[in-house]
Protein backbone atom coordinates (compact mmCIF):
# COMPACT_ATOMS: atom_id res chain seq x y z
CA UNK A 1 0.00 0.00 0.00
CA UNK A 2 1.57 3.50 -1.13
CA UNK A 3 0.72 7.01 -1.03
CA UNK A 4 -0.94 8.54 -4.26
CA UNK A 5 2.22 8.84 -6.30
CA UNK A 6 0.32 9.64 -9.88
CA UNK A 7 0.46 13.26 -11.10
CA UNK A 8 -1.26 14.66 -13.66
CA UNK A 9 1.06 16.26 -15.81
CA UNK A 10 -1.24 18.07 -18.40
CA UNK A 11 -5.42 18.84 -18.07
CA UNK A 12 -7.38 20.25 -21.05
CA UNK A 13 -7.08 24.16 -20.96
CA UNK A 14 -10.41 25.73 -20.68
CA UNK A 15 -10.32 26.40 -24.11
CA UNK A 16 -9.71 22.75 -25.14
CA UNK A 17 -12.70 22.01 -22.51
CA UNK A 18 -15.31 24.50 -24.33
CA UNK A 19 -13.43 23.43 -28.06
CA UNK A 20 -14.31 19.85 -27.29
CA UNK A 21 -17.56 20.24 -25.72
CA UNK A 22 -18.33 21.94 -28.87
CA UNK A 23 -17.80 19.25 -31.18
CA UNK A 24 -19.03 16.89 -28.74
CA UNK A 25 -22.30 18.77 -28.62
CA UNK A 26 -22.75 19.18 -32.50
CA UNK A 27 -22.20 15.18 -32.99
CA UNK A 28 -24.90 14.55 -29.87
CA UNK A 29 -27.15 16.84 -31.82
CA UNK A 30 -27.11 14.62 -35.16
CA UNK A 31 -29.18 12.55 -33.24
CA UNK A 32 -31.47 14.44 -31.40
CA UNK A 33 -29.78 14.86 -28.40
CA UNK A 34 -29.69 17.82 -26.20
CA UNK A 35 -26.71 17.86 -23.60
CA UNK A 36 -27.41 21.55 -22.50
CA UNK A 37 -30.71 20.16 -20.94
CA UNK A 38 -28.76 16.47 -19.72
CA UNK A 39 -26.28 18.70 -17.48
CA UNK A 40 -28.78 20.82 -16.32
CA UNK A 41 -30.67 17.79 -15.59
CA UNK A 42 -27.90 16.23 -13.94
CA UNK A 43 -27.28 19.15 -11.47
CA UNK A 44 -30.52 18.83 -9.91
CA UNK A 45 -30.16 14.72 -8.94
CA UNK A 46 -28.89 14.19 -5.16
CA UNK A 47 -26.53 11.09 -4.60
CA UNK A 48 -26.75 10.06 -0.90
CA UNK A 49 -23.10 9.91 0.39
CA UNK A 50 -22.60 7.23 2.78
CA UNK A 51 -21.19 8.71 5.62
CA UNK A 52 -19.70 5.25 6.58
CA UNK A 53 -16.55 5.04 3.48
CA UNK A 54 -14.87 7.33 5.88
CA UNK A 55 -14.00 5.29 8.85
CA UNK A 56 -15.05 1.55 7.59
CA UNK A 57 -18.41 1.67 9.45
CA UNK A 58 -17.04 2.82 12.21
CA UNK A 59 -18.93 5.53 14.40
CA UNK A 60 -18.24 6.97 16.94
CA UNK A 61 -19.89 4.67 19.70
CA UNK A 62 -17.02 2.94 20.26
CA UNK A 63 -13.09 3.73 18.88
CA UNK A 64 -12.64 0.06 18.55
CA UNK A 65 -15.81 -0.86 16.63
CA UNK A 66 -16.35 -3.51 13.86
CA UNK A 67 -19.26 -3.53 11.65
CA UNK A 68 -19.88 -7.51 11.95
CA UNK A 69 -23.33 -8.47 11.06
CA UNK A 70 -21.93 -10.03 7.98
CA UNK A 71 -20.59 -7.36 6.35
CA UNK A 72 -16.80 -6.29 6.56
CA UNK A 73 -14.70 -3.78 5.38
CA UNK A 74 -11.26 -5.35 3.99
CA UNK A 75 -7.85 -3.18 4.00
CA UNK A 76 -5.72 -0.78 6.47
CA UNK A 77 -4.96 2.11 4.57
CA UNK A 78 -3.32 4.86 6.40
CA UNK A 79 -5.70 8.46 7.36
CA UNK A 80 -9.48 6.88 8.51
CA UNK A 81 -11.74 9.73 10.19
CA UNK A 82 -11.52 9.23 14.36
CA UNK A 83 -13.14 11.68 15.02
CA UNK A 84 -16.63 13.58 14.12
CA UNK A 85 -14.12 16.43 13.27
CA UNK A 86 -12.45 14.55 11.13
CA UNK A 87 -15.11 12.91 8.86
CA UNK A 88 -16.69 16.02 8.18
CA UNK A 89 -13.55 17.25 7.42
CA UNK A 90 -13.17 14.38 5.07
CA UNK A 91 -16.67 14.70 3.40
CA UNK A 92 -16.21 18.54 3.13
CA UNK A 93 -13.33 17.76 0.77
CA UNK A 94 -15.03 14.98 -0.58
CA UNK A 95 -18.52 17.26 -1.77
CA UNK A 96 -15.63 19.90 -2.89
CA UNK A 97 -14.22 17.53 -5.58
CA UNK A 98 -17.79 16.28 -7.04
CA UNK A 99 -19.84 18.18 -9.51
CA UNK A 100 -23.70 18.70 -8.07
CA UNK A 101 -25.20 19.12 -4.59
CA UNK A 102 -25.26 15.94 -2.74
CA UNK A 103 -26.98 14.61 0.34
CA UNK A 104 -25.35 12.85 3.44
CA UNK A 105 -26.50 9.39 4.55
CA UNK A 106 -25.65 8.43 8.58
CA UNK A 107 -25.82 5.71 10.43
CA UNK A 108 -26.81 6.24 14.00
CA UNK A 109 -23.37 5.14 15.53
CA UNK A 110 -22.47 8.56 14.39
CA UNK A 111 -24.14 10.54 16.55
CA UNK A 112 -22.41 13.82 18.60
CA UNK A 113 -22.19 11.75 21.65
CA UNK A 114 -19.43 13.85 23.11
CA UNK A 115 -17.65 10.67 24.79
CA UNK A 116 -21.02 10.03 26.67
CA UNK A 117 -22.21 6.41 26.52
CA UNK A 118 -25.62 6.35 25.08
CA UNK A 119 -27.46 3.23 24.55
CA UNK A 120 -28.95 2.45 21.02
CA UNK A 121 -32.49 2.94 22.18
CA UNK A 122 -31.94 6.02 23.97
CA UNK A 123 -30.47 7.73 21.06
CA UNK A 124 -32.66 11.62 20.11
CA UNK A 125 -32.46 14.14 17.73
CA UNK A 126 -29.87 16.12 20.47
CA UNK A 127 -27.13 14.05 19.58
CA UNK A 128 -27.82 14.81 15.74
CA UNK A 129 -27.93 18.55 16.22
CA UNK A 130 -24.63 19.72 15.59
CA UNK A 131 -24.98 17.15 12.37
CA UNK A 132 -27.99 19.20 11.04
CA UNK A 133 -26.00 22.65 11.39
CA UNK A 134 -23.01 21.00 9.55
CA UNK A 135 -25.30 19.54 7.30
CA UNK A 136 -27.33 22.88 6.51
CA UNK A 137 -24.30 24.33 5.20
CA UNK A 138 -22.67 21.26 3.16
CA UNK A 139 -25.40 19.27 1.93
CA UNK A 140 -28.81 18.81 0.03
CA UNK A 141 -30.12 17.05 3.25
CA UNK A 142 -29.67 14.06 5.50
CA UNK A 143 -30.61 10.42 5.15
CA UNK A 144 -30.67 7.85 7.96
CA UNK A 145 -30.14 4.42 9.70
CA UNK A 146 -30.54 2.55 12.05
CA UNK A 147 -27.79 0.68 13.33
CA UNK A 148 -28.64 -2.82 14.22
CA UNK A 149 -25.43 -4.49 14.06
CA UNK A 150 -21.78 -3.85 15.74
CA UNK A 151 -23.56 -3.98 19.17
CA UNK A 152 -23.83 -6.70 22.08
CA UNK A 153 -27.38 -7.38 21.57
CA UNK A 154 -26.83 -7.75 17.59
CA UNK A 155 -23.36 -10.34 18.56
CA UNK A 156 -25.71 -13.65 17.98
CA UNK A 157 -26.70 -12.65 14.37
CA UNK A 158 -30.40 -11.74 15.14
CA UNK A 159 -31.88 -8.24 16.30
CA UNK A 160 -35.60 -7.76 15.16
CA UNK A 161 -36.77 -11.11 14.72
CA UNK A 162 -34.66 -12.00 17.27
CA UNK A 163 -36.25 -15.03 19.71
CA UNK A 164 -36.20 -13.21 23.05
CA UNK A 165 -38.92 -10.18 23.56
CA UNK A 166 -36.61 -8.10 25.18
CA UNK A 167 -33.83 -7.86 22.30
CA UNK A 168 -36.72 -7.73 20.22
CA UNK A 169 -37.96 -4.16 22.28
CA UNK A 170 -34.30 -3.04 22.41
CA UNK A 171 -34.08 -2.66 18.61
CA UNK A 172 -37.50 -1.75 18.07
CA UNK A 173 -37.13 1.18 20.26
CA UNK A 174 -33.88 2.13 18.36
CA UNK A 175 -35.37 1.81 15.19
CA UNK A 176 -38.22 4.27 16.48
CA UNK A 177 -35.97 6.29 17.58
CA UNK A 178 -33.96 6.80 14.41
CA UNK A 179 -37.34 7.72 13.04
CA UNK A 180 -37.64 10.61 14.94
CA UNK A 181 -34.37 11.78 14.47
CA UNK A 182 -35.06 11.14 10.70
CA UNK A 183 -38.02 13.40 11.14
CA UNK A 184 -36.03 16.19 12.61
CA UNK A 185 -33.34 16.44 9.84
CA UNK A 186 -36.53 15.99 7.29
CA UNK A 187 -37.71 19.48 9.46
CA UNK A 188 -34.35 21.23 9.96
CA UNK A 189 -33.40 20.94 6.51
CA UNK A 190 -36.34 20.75 4.61
CA UNK A 191 -36.03 17.84 2.50
CA UNK A 192 -37.43 14.43 3.68
CA UNK A 193 -35.02 12.05 5.37
CA UNK A 194 -34.97 8.38 4.10
CA UNK A 195 -34.99 6.32 7.15
CA UNK A 196 -33.62 3.40 6.02
CA UNK A 197 -33.96 -0.59 8.13
CA UNK A 198 -31.82 -3.12 7.43
CA UNK A 199 -30.94 -6.14 9.93
CA UNK A 200 -28.24 -8.59 9.37
CA UNK A 201 -30.54 -11.25 10.82
CA UNK A 202 -29.91 -14.60 9.82
CA UNK A 203 -28.44 -18.33 10.36
CA UNK A 204 -25.27 -19.99 8.88
CA UNK A 205 -26.63 -23.16 8.34
CA UNK A 206 -29.89 -24.73 7.38
CA UNK A 207 -32.75 -23.60 9.91
CA UNK A 208 -35.49 -25.51 10.24
CA UNK A 209 -38.02 -22.45 11.48
CA UNK A 210 -37.65 -20.21 8.21
CA UNK A 211 -41.29 -18.76 9.14
CA UNK A 212 -40.93 -17.64 13.23
CA UNK A 213 -38.29 -15.41 12.19
CA UNK A 214 -39.74 -14.01 9.51
CA UNK A 215 -43.08 -13.55 11.38
CA UNK A 216 -41.24 -11.49 14.22
CA UNK A 217 -39.35 -9.45 11.99
CA UNK A 218 -42.58 -8.39 10.13
CA UNK A 219 -44.01 -7.52 13.87
CA UNK A 220 -41.50 -5.88 14.52
CA UNK A 221 -41.53 -3.73 11.92
CA UNK A 222 -44.96 -3.41 12.49
CA UNK A 223 -44.27 -1.23 15.67
CA UNK A 224 -41.88 0.48 14.17
CA UNK A 225 -43.94 1.92 11.75
CA UNK A 226 -46.94 2.42 14.13
CA UNK A 227 -46.67 6.18 14.70
CA UNK A 228 -47.63 8.35 11.50
CA UNK A 229 -44.76 10.79 10.42
CA UNK A 230 -44.92 13.64 7.72
CA UNK A 231 -43.83 12.12 4.39
CA UNK A 232 -42.03 15.29 3.86
CA UNK A 233 -40.36 15.24 7.41
CA UNK A 234 -39.18 11.23 6.69
CA UNK A 235 -39.71 8.39 4.82
CA UNK A 236 -39.16 4.61 5.78
CA UNK A 237 -37.62 2.14 3.57
CA UNK A 238 -36.79 -1.43 4.28
CA UNK A 239 -33.24 -2.93 2.64
CA UNK A 240 -33.26 -6.75 1.63
CA UNK A 241 -30.28 -8.99 1.21
CA UNK A 242 -29.54 -12.35 0.15
CA UNK A 243 -26.91 -13.79 2.51
CA UNK A 244 -24.26 -12.33 4.76
CA UNK A 245 -21.13 -13.92 5.92
CA UNK A 246 -21.88 -16.10 8.61
CA UNK A 247 -25.53 -16.09 7.79
CA UNK A 248 -25.08 -18.01 4.35
CA UNK A 249 -27.98 -20.01 4.68
CA UNK A 250 -31.03 -17.87 5.63
CA UNK A 251 -31.66 -14.28 5.89
CA UNK A 252 -34.65 -13.23 7.51
CA UNK A 253 -35.26 -9.96 5.40
CA UNK A 254 -34.84 -10.96 1.83
CA UNK A 255 -36.09 -10.09 -0.90
CA UNK A 256 -39.10 -11.48 -1.35
CA UNK A 257 -40.27 -10.70 2.08
CA UNK A 258 -39.77 -6.75 2.08
CA UNK A 259 -40.68 -6.82 -1.17
CA UNK A 260 -43.93 -7.93 0.18
CA UNK A 261 -43.35 -5.71 3.23
CA UNK A 262 -43.26 -2.45 1.57
CA UNK A 263 -46.01 -2.78 -1.07
CA UNK A 264 -48.91 -3.57 1.50
CA UNK A 265 -47.49 -1.13 3.86
CA UNK A 266 -46.59 1.64 1.57
CA UNK A 267 -42.67 1.49 2.23
CA UNK A 268 -40.11 2.84 0.22
CA UNK A 269 -37.95 -0.82 -0.79
CA UNK A 270 -34.26 -0.35 -0.73
CA UNK A 271 -32.46 -2.33 -3.26
CA UNK A 272 -28.86 -2.97 -3.06
CA UNK A 273 -26.86 -4.03 -5.99
CA UNK A 274 -24.82 -6.35 -4.01
CA UNK A 275 -27.24 -8.37 -2.28
CA UNK A 276 -28.55 -10.78 -4.71
CA UNK A 277 -27.07 -13.83 -6.88
CA UNK A 278 -24.01 -12.59 -8.25
CA UNK A 279 -25.53 -12.73 -12.03
CA UNK A 280 -29.11 -11.23 -10.85
CA UNK A 281 -28.95 -7.62 -11.77
CA UNK A 282 -31.06 -4.96 -9.90
CA UNK A 283 -31.50 -2.90 -12.68
CA UNK A 284 -34.13 -4.95 -14.18
CA UNK A 285 -36.36 -5.01 -10.97
CA UNK A 286 -36.59 -1.09 -11.04
CA UNK A 287 -39.30 -0.62 -13.32
CA UNK A 288 -41.28 -4.01 -11.87
CA UNK A 289 -40.97 -2.89 -8.41
CA UNK A 290 -42.21 0.94 -10.07
CA UNK A 291 -45.18 -1.42 -11.21
CA UNK A 292 -46.56 -1.23 -7.38
CA UNK A 293 -44.65 1.39 -5.41
CA UNK A 294 -44.47 5.05 -5.92
CA UNK A 295 -40.78 5.55 -4.34
CA UNK A 296 -37.78 3.23 -3.82
CA UNK A 297 -34.40 3.91 -2.83
CA UNK A 298 -31.33 2.19 -4.55
CA UNK A 299 -27.62 1.70 -2.87
CA UNK A 300 -25.62 1.23 -5.64
CA UNK A 301 -22.93 -0.79 -4.82
CA UNK A 302 -20.64 -3.48 -6.54
CA UNK A 303 -20.59 -6.94 -5.16
CA UNK A 304 -17.45 -8.77 -6.66
CA UNK A 305 -18.10 -12.54 -6.65
CA UNK A 306 -20.23 -11.88 -3.21
CA UNK A 307 -21.68 -8.70 -1.44
CA UNK A 308 -18.12 -7.58 -0.99
CA UNK A 309 -18.93 -3.86 -1.34
CA UNK A 310 -16.65 -2.34 -4.16
CA UNK A 311 -16.06 0.84 -4.76
CA UNK A 312 -18.66 1.45 -7.80
CA UNK A 313 -17.37 2.34 -11.25
CA UNK A 314 -18.91 3.27 -14.27
CA UNK A 315 -19.44 -0.43 -14.76
CA UNK A 316 -22.57 -1.50 -17.43
CA UNK A 317 -24.89 -2.50 -14.27
CA UNK A 318 -24.30 0.85 -13.05
CA UNK A 319 -25.20 2.59 -16.41
CA UNK A 320 -28.39 0.02 -16.95
CA UNK A 321 -29.62 1.01 -13.65
CA UNK A 322 -29.32 4.78 -14.01
CA UNK A 323 -31.02 3.97 -17.79
CA UNK A 324 -33.72 2.43 -15.82
CA UNK A 325 -34.23 5.13 -13.62
CA UNK A 326 -34.34 8.14 -16.41
CA UNK A 327 -36.10 6.23 -19.22
CA UNK A 328 -38.63 5.06 -17.00
CA UNK A 329 -39.24 8.48 -15.47
CA UNK A 330 -38.71 7.95 -11.95
CA UNK A 331 -36.31 10.62 -11.02
CA UNK A 332 -37.25 12.44 -8.05
CA UNK A 333 -39.49 9.02 -7.00
CA UNK A 334 -36.02 6.89 -7.11
CA UNK A 335 -33.59 7.86 -4.46
CA UNK A 336 -29.88 7.28 -5.13
CA UNK A 337 -27.55 6.09 -2.16
CA UNK A 338 -24.23 4.81 -1.88
CA UNK A 339 -22.89 1.57 -0.15
CA UNK A 340 -19.51 1.10 -0.14
CA UNK A 341 -16.87 0.81 1.80
CA UNK A 342 -13.10 -0.21 0.86
CA UNK A 343 -10.22 0.46 3.13
CA UNK A 344 -7.48 -0.71 0.86
CA UNK A 345 -7.52 2.45 -1.33
CA UNK A 346 -7.36 6.14 0.07
CA UNK A 347 -10.58 6.24 1.02
CA UNK A 348 -11.42 10.00 0.02
CA UNK A 349 -10.54 9.04 -3.63
CA UNK A 350 -13.23 5.89 -2.80
CA UNK A 351 -15.90 8.26 -2.07
CA UNK A 352 -14.91 10.39 -5.19
CA UNK A 353 -14.43 7.81 -7.54
CA UNK A 354 -17.97 6.17 -6.59
CA UNK A 355 -19.54 9.23 -6.26
CA UNK A 356 -18.60 10.22 -9.89
CA UNK A 357 -19.07 7.01 -11.67
CA UNK A 358 -22.95 7.35 -10.69
CA UNK A 359 -23.18 10.40 -12.13
CA UNK A 360 -21.29 9.69 -14.76
CA UNK A 361 -24.02 6.67 -15.40
CA UNK A 362 -26.76 9.30 -15.09
CA UNK A 363 -24.77 11.80 -17.84
CA UNK A 364 -24.58 8.20 -19.66
CA UNK A 365 -28.47 7.96 -19.48
CA UNK A 366 -29.34 11.56 -20.18
CA UNK A 367 -27.14 11.33 -23.25
CA UNK A 368 -29.97 8.64 -25.15
CA UNK A 369 -31.63 9.60 -28.28
CA UNK A 370 -35.03 8.36 -26.57
CA UNK A 371 -36.88 8.91 -29.17
CA UNK A 372 -35.28 7.22 -32.25
CA UNK A 373 -34.71 4.34 -29.74
CA UNK A 374 -38.40 4.66 -28.72
CA UNK A 375 -39.48 4.25 -32.02
CA UNK A 376 -36.93 1.94 -33.33
CA UNK A 377 -38.33 -0.37 -30.33
CA UNK A 378 -42.00 0.22 -30.61
CA UNK A 379 -41.68 -0.52 -35.17
CA UNK A 380 -40.35 -3.74 -34.28
CA UNK A 381 -37.24 -2.70 -35.99
CA UNK A 382 -34.71 -4.44 -33.08
CA UNK A 383 -31.54 -4.10 -35.80
CA UNK A 384 -31.68 -0.32 -35.66
CA UNK A 385 -32.09 0.08 -31.70
CA UNK A 386 -29.12 -1.88 -31.55
CA UNK A 387 -27.22 -0.43 -33.48
CA UNK A 388 -28.10 2.80 -32.68
CA UNK A 389 -27.57 1.60 -28.85
CA UNK A 390 -23.80 0.41 -29.68
CA UNK A 391 -23.25 3.74 -31.90
CA UNK A 392 -23.92 5.62 -28.04
CA UNK A 393 -21.52 3.27 -26.34
CA UNK A 394 -18.13 5.54 -28.24
CA UNK A 395 -20.12 9.07 -28.73
CA UNK A 396 -17.95 11.80 -26.94
CA UNK A 397 -18.96 11.92 -23.06
CA UNK A 398 -15.86 12.67 -21.70
CA UNK A 399 -16.18 16.04 -23.24
CA UNK A 400 -19.46 16.83 -22.08
CA UNK A 401 -18.42 15.25 -18.65
CA UNK A 402 -15.61 18.26 -18.30
CA UNK A 403 -17.71 20.63 -19.78
CA UNK A 404 -20.24 19.53 -16.71
CA UNK A 405 -17.33 19.51 -14.32
CA UNK A 406 -16.32 23.26 -16.09
CA UNK A 407 -19.79 24.62 -15.52
CA UNK A 408 -19.87 23.51 -11.83
CA UNK A 409 -16.30 25.17 -10.92
CA UNK A 410 -14.56 22.15 -11.33
CA UNK A 411 -11.35 21.02 -13.17
CA UNK A 412 -11.37 18.34 -15.92
CA UNK A 413 -10.30 15.20 -15.73
CA UNK A 414 -8.54 13.27 -12.93
CA UNK A 415 -7.10 16.83 -11.73
CA UNK A 416 -8.77 15.95 -8.04
CA UNK A 417 -6.61 13.21 -7.41
CA UNK A 418 -3.61 15.95 -7.37
CA UNK A 419 -6.21 17.42 -4.38
CA UNK A 420 -6.33 14.48 -3.08
CA UNK A 421 -2.48 13.39 -3.03
CA UNK A 422 -2.41 16.60 -1.10
CA UNK A 423 -4.66 16.22 1.29
CA UNK A 424 -2.95 13.03 1.85
CA UNK A 425 -0.06 14.53 2.79
CA UNK A 426 -1.39 17.27 4.68
CA UNK A 427 -3.99 15.99 6.28
CA UNK A 428 -4.12 11.78 6.25
CA UNK A 429 -0.61 11.22 7.14
CA UNK A 430 -1.00 13.34 10.17
CA UNK A 431 -3.84 10.65 11.70
CA UNK A 432 -2.22 7.55 13.15
C1 LIG B 1 -25.53 -4.40 4.48
C2 LIG B 1 -26.39 -3.37 3.88
C3 LIG B 1 -26.44 -2.06 4.60
C4 LIG B 1 -25.08 -1.62 5.11
C5 LIG B 1 -25.05 -0.24 5.67
C6 LIG B 1 -23.81 0.02 6.44
O1 LIG B 1 -25.35 -5.48 3.68
O2 LIG B 1 -26.03 -3.17 2.56
O3 LIG B 1 -27.01 -1.10 3.80
O4 LIG B 1 -24.10 -1.73 4.12
O5 LIG B 1 -26.19 0.01 6.38
ZN1 LIG C 1 -26.96 -1.52 1.53
Known sequence: ??????????????????????????????????????MQALAAIPISLHCWQGDDVGGFENPDATPGGGIAVTGNYPGKARTIKELRRDVEKVLSLIPGKHRLNLHAIYGDFEGQKVERDSIAPKHFESWAAWAKEHTAGVDFNPTCFGHPKAADGFTLSHQSQGVRDFWIEHCIACREIGAYFGEQLSTACITNVWVPDGMKDVPVDRLGPRKRLAESLDRIFAKEIDPKKNLDAVESKLFGIGAESYTVGSHEFYLGYAIQNHKLYCLDAGHFHPTESISDKVSAIMCQLDEMLLHVSRGVRWDSDHVVTLSDEVVAIAQEVVRGGFLGKIHFGLDFFDASINRLAAWIIGTRAMIKALLSAMLEPAELLGDAERSGDYTSRLALLEELKTLPMGAVWDRYLAGQGLAPGAAWLEEIAEYETSELSTRS
Do not use: C
Not at 3 to 29: G, L, M, S
Open 1 to 38: MSPIQFHIRKNPTDQQVTENYEIARERYAMLGIDTEWA
